[in-house]
């Protein structure tokens, strides 16, 4: 996998994170009228996959993304901003009293490829997506970095997310792909 040359500038990024911290604000208060700015450069609409993560008190509070990069990343970002605050099922939406203690994290993806060899992943550097008979997981770069996991556990992690056997990444039936992500 060759090197995910992809950066923001720092403009770009505040942006970016400025973009996904009203966009939950416009849905939680309705009343107001909350406008969102348009991009500040042609490089937000590229057509990138990303995530968004929140944090509260430093525990995840939501993360939702899209993987495929088939629209304007300032579009991407508006909608998984939305999605990690109130559709991940994992957690209840979200309050209005929880916006003051939200982090956010946004995770711009290269495209996913096949992984040639597990023994080359990376860890901090690759994140990963597991298939195998309709089932999937996906665990971005930084959270084995987080958990302090190997690669052997990253794998089994990720495995475990898609609801498979820990050792599911061996199995010939299973597709294993990487990816890299501008992570801020």
């Not at 939950?24 to 009228?33: A, F, G, N, S, T």
């Not at 993987?67 to 998984?80: H, K, S």
């Not at 003051?100 to 860890?123: M, R």
């Amino acid at each position: 996998m060759s090197e995910f040359h992809f950066s923001l500038t720092p403009e770009e990024k505040e942006y970016l994170k400025g973009l996904a911290a009203l966009s939950i604000r416009q849905k939680l208060e309705p009343d107001k009228d909350i406008v969102l700015p348009g991009p500040p450069t042609d490089r937000l609409n590229e057509k990138f996959g990303a995530f968004v993560t929140l944090k509260r008190q430093g525990r995840l509070r939501g993360c939702i993304g899209h993987l495929v990069g088939d629209r304007p990343l300032f579009e991407t970002i508006e909608r998984m901003a939305k999605a990690a605050a109130f559709e991940d099922p994992r957690f209840p939406p979200l309050d209005k009293r929880e916006l003051k203690d939200l982090k956010l994290e946004i995770s711009i993806l290269s495209p996913l490829v096949p992984c040639p060899d597990p023994a080359k992943i990376e860890i901090g550097r690759h994140g990963l997506l597991i298939r195998k008979k309709g089932n999937s997981g996906l665990l971005l770069p930084q959270v084995p970095v987080e958990w302090d996991w190997d690669r052997e556990t990253f794998l089994r992690q990720t495995c475990r997310k898609a609801g498979l056997p820990e050792n599911a990444w061996k199995d010939p039936a299973a597709r294993l792909f990487w990816f890299e992500a501008e992570v801020f």
